[in-house]
């Protein structure tokens, strides 16, 4: 293992290097163009990178052969055949001088964003030293973005391509692996992976600004960071820069053990957060995720996105109503058509009172739940593999495995069971309230094998109380003998709700509440 003195070392050389670079001069290549990168299949391909202005660059890829020419701002880019899966291929350029990229993949290529549960390592998650030992798999690639920020959109990042192995799996997103596995076992190709995560940030750092501006129920976000974003200070730049050296070491010593004097030592304890900026822990700026580590790829091919996020937006539950399924159609238009994106909803984390019929973490459940309303998306229901006590839980390899499963239907139709039962309607009858499901395949049935709990009802009075239920059929039937007179069912509905319902597939059953009556954090 590294010691965090190289590592520091190694962070401050390369972006002293990223900063001095020449534009012109020799071909260059972006970081997403390198030694054992994949490329989507069956897509377009494009290449770009610099060069001397006027500089003609030759390009030689699988029998293909291209020159195009740089132009007066000395950037050049072109355009290759859609290709099968497979490989490994070699890609020369060659201008003033020659570039070989070799070991390229064609297969499939997914980007993976969010915030600290996507970005926990492998080695953090559960069963590190098995899951590592056994990580050889060289069809699988791996890019890890660097923690930046910007203020417009950058042309390259600070990554490398590596294949998967014990050596590089480590300090990956476990949540990524996991499901880049998963989906490279089903497939049977090539799967690439782009971790560009950040632990912290609340969703409207990785859209475009000017998507959030041109939103009435967004734009008073827009309009709280104005001033920030006209400004384009260097000081918050140099800020947040310093922060994402300082987080990436502080979450690489709580996952190695290297003591926090050694950090200290170099000074990053004291970075102090500007008085009049109102920044916080991580980039909460609107954009300026996305301007420095997803920007960078919006002229590669990608099959898809998956999104491990919310905690960060939880206290604003109803403004992610509008914010993520605006997220969602922001990538869709940078990337010019309808990306599959998969996501995860919130697990189970915090409180879990039965006589709390309100829960801000509930209602960004629900947010997480409409936006299924968008085609091509598909959600990984967490709520029964979570840890009250910690709002990382470790149990990453089943929710890669759940994204995988809504990947192979949102982007490849496969024929499977991906999703729990999510409400459908419900009905009143003297025997209380029946509820109906989507894909409730292979009959609903409790995880434990006792009769569903999890449920809360109330009358016209808005009180809930804990419900009884059983499965009749293709039904669960709620009811109480306190309420005789029920208008509204919930389901899960807390911090860290107590509740098994499942299908037949064993994927468990969103939370959910049939009334739309005002919750905590609705808008005044």
């Given at each position: 293992m590294k010691s965090l003195k190289k590592l520091l070392f190694f962070s401050f050389m390369l972006n002293i290097i990223t900063v001095v670079s020449p534009v012109g001069a020799d071909v260059r290549l972006p970081s997403m163009i390198?030694?054992?990168?994949?490329?989507?299949?069956?897509?377009?391909?494009?290449?770009?990178?610099?060069?001397?202005?006027g500089e003609r660059v030759k390009i030689t890829f699988a029998g293909e052969n291209v020159t195009v020419k740089a132009d007066r701002k000395g950037t050049w880019k072109t355009t290759l055949s859609p290709m099968n899966a497979g490989g490994p291929y070699e890609i020369i350029f060659k201008g003033k001088n020659t570039i070989r990229v070799e070991n390229v993949l064609i297969g499939e290529l997914w980007l993976c964003s969010g915030q600290s549960n996507m970005e926990m390592y492998v080695q953090a998650a559960a069963d590190p030293h098995n899951e590592i030992a056994h990580a050889y798999h060289p069809e699988i690639r791996l890019f890890n973005v660097d923690n930046e920020v910007g203020f417009v959109p950058a042309d390259d990042c600070v990554g490398q391509w590596k294949v998967c192995s014990p050596y590089n799996?480590?300090?990956?997103?476990?949540?990524?692996?996991?499901?880049?596995?998963?989906?490279?076992?089903?497939l049977?190709?090539?799967?690439?992976?782009?971790?560009?995560?950040?632990?912290?940030?609340?969703?409207?750092?990785?859209?475009?600004?000017?998507?959030?501006?041109?939103?009435?129920?967004?734009k008073p976000l827009y309009d709280k960071w104005k001033p920030v974003l006209d400004e384009k200070s260097p000081e918050i730049v140099r800020y947040y820069h310093e922060l994402g050296i300082w987080h990436d070491n502080i979450y690489y010593m709580m996952n190695t053990g290297e003591p926090l004097d050694i950090f200290n030592s170099f000074g990053y304890s004291g970075i102090k957060v500007p008085d009049t900026k109102g920044l916080v822990f991580a980039p909460n700026v609107p954009g300026i995720c996305y301007h420095s580590m997803v920007a960078p790829f919006t002229d590669f091919a990608i099959r898809g996105a998956i999104w491990y996020q919310g905690e960060s937006n939880a206290g604003r539950a109803y403004e992610y109503r509008t914010l993520f399924p605006a997220l969602i159609e922001d990538w869709r238009a940078l990337w010019g058509r309808e990306i599959p994106f998969v996501f995860v909803q919130l697990t189970a984390f915090g409180t879990n009172d039965p006589s709390i019929s309100e829960s801000s973490w509930a209602e960004l459940r629900e947010a997480q739940l409409m936006t299924l309303d968008l085609p091509a998306t598909a959600m990984a229901v967490?709520?029964?593999?979570?840890?009250?006590?910690?709002?990382?839980?470790k149990n990453k390899q089943e929710v890669g495995r759940r994204l995988a499963l809504g990947a192979l239907k949102a982007a490849y139709d496969c024929d499977i069971a991906y999703s729990g039962p999510v409400f459908k309607t419900m009905l009143k009858s003297n025997k209380g309230i029946h509820l109906r499901f989507l894909h409730d395949e292979g009959g609903l049935a409790t995880s434990d094998g006792n009769l569903p709990y999890g449920f809360i009802v109330a009358g016209k009075d808005g009180t809930f109380v804990p419900a009884s239920a059983e499965i009749v059929g293709n039904e669960v039937v709620v009811s109480s003998h306190k309420v005789p007179d029920p208008v509204a069912v919930r389901y899960g509905w807390a911090g860290d709700p107590a509740c098994n319902l499942v299908n037949g597939a064993g994927l468990p059953a969103s939370p959910f509440r049939t009334d739309d009556w005002p919750g905590i954090t609705a808008p005044k």
């Open positions: 390198g030694d054992n990168m994949l490329i989507q299949r069956d897509m377009d391909i494009t290449l770009r990178g610099w060069a001397d202005p799996v480590p300090q990956f997103s476990a949540a990524a692996y996991y499901f880049g596995r998963a989906l490279q076992d089903s049977g190709v090539p799967v690439g992976l782009i971790n560009a995560s950040w632990g912290g940030t609340p969703a409207e750092v990785w859209m475009r600004p000017e998507s959030i501006a041109s939103n009435p129920v967004l967490t709520i029964d593999i979570g840890d009250t006590k910690d709002i990382h839980p």
